[in-house]
């Protein structure tokens, strides 16, 4: 989970492309706006405009200034990140992309707090990320956030239900058995909560990873290449997952991808080249 092993999981081949804009057999998922308007109640355009608006009213619950990271090696100082702003709004779906080693999965780590930077602030939530030392920020982690990753990161001793139980127990939850169970079955897991990561296919486990990261209703979900290790088809499934549980629970989705297509999914994508901002632009279902 370290934040340097991200940035070699960015030089891996593009996944495969297409995002299903339906529902997916299987994943028993509410898809209503917090608002309580059902989206197909409203034409495309309006039903942006409608999201933008609300976005633009809520609070950051991230926010990123002058974010730099370099590292020296025998030869030059290598500067992967250089002077980032941006702020993502509460509930909000953000797409950094880029080519691979254009620095947005450090950019991702330095946001989550996993790795840290030469210079510039983070705040999650209002607090000043680095203002607090490792034990620290893991805490406000465990309090806040929730990853997903590329290689789905689930421990090979655990059964599905012993995973997403784990940051149940850490953060101290009544009835974590309960509360495993049923955000499994909400991602269409009910039939495979005893078994081990070796026994699930490439999709199953990352459901399981999906999970394990909403189960302990994080405000904050940060995600690293969700679908890289899956076909187009089972990607598309997990991808239907992230956003369906984004629109009803509220959660903000930060994710970072080479798929053009899940990007333009998101609210708004942020473009990365050579460290740097290069453009920002909204996106949303019909954009």
Known sequence: MA??????DEERGEA????ARESNEGIHVGIFVATGVHRSTMNAASQ????????????????????TKQVSTPDHDLVIV????????????????????????TLLGLLAGLDVPSA????????DLFAQDEDGRARLRGRLVGFVFQSFQLLPALTAMENVMLPLELAGS????ASASKVLGQVGLADRLGHYPRQLSGGEQQRV???????????????????????????????????AMNRERGTTLVLVTHDEALAARCDRRIAIAAGVVAGRTHGGPGT
Not at 16 to 19: A, L
Not at 174 to 177: C, F, G, L, N, R
Not at 217 to 232: R, V
């Open 16 to 19: 495969d492309g297409h995002v």
């Open 48 to 67: 942006r405009e409608h999201d933008r608006a609300g976005v633009a009213s809520r609070p950051d619950i991230v926010r990123a200034e002058g974010l």
């Open 174 to 177: 009544p009835d974590v058995a």
């Open 120 to 127: 510039g602030r983070v705040w999650i939530d209002g607090e």
């Open 3 to 8: 934040g340097r092993g991200r940035e070699a």
């Open 82 to 105: 250089r002077d980032v702003n941006f702020s993502v709004a509460a509930g909000e779906s953000v797409a950094i992309v880029g080519a691979s080693g254009s620095g947005k999965s």
């Open 209 to 243: 990873a999906v999970a394990r990261a909403f189960a302990t209703a994080p405000k904050l979900l940060f995600a690293d290449e969700p679908t890289g290790n899956l076909d187009s088809a089972t990607g598309a499934q997990v991808i239907e997952l992230l956003f």
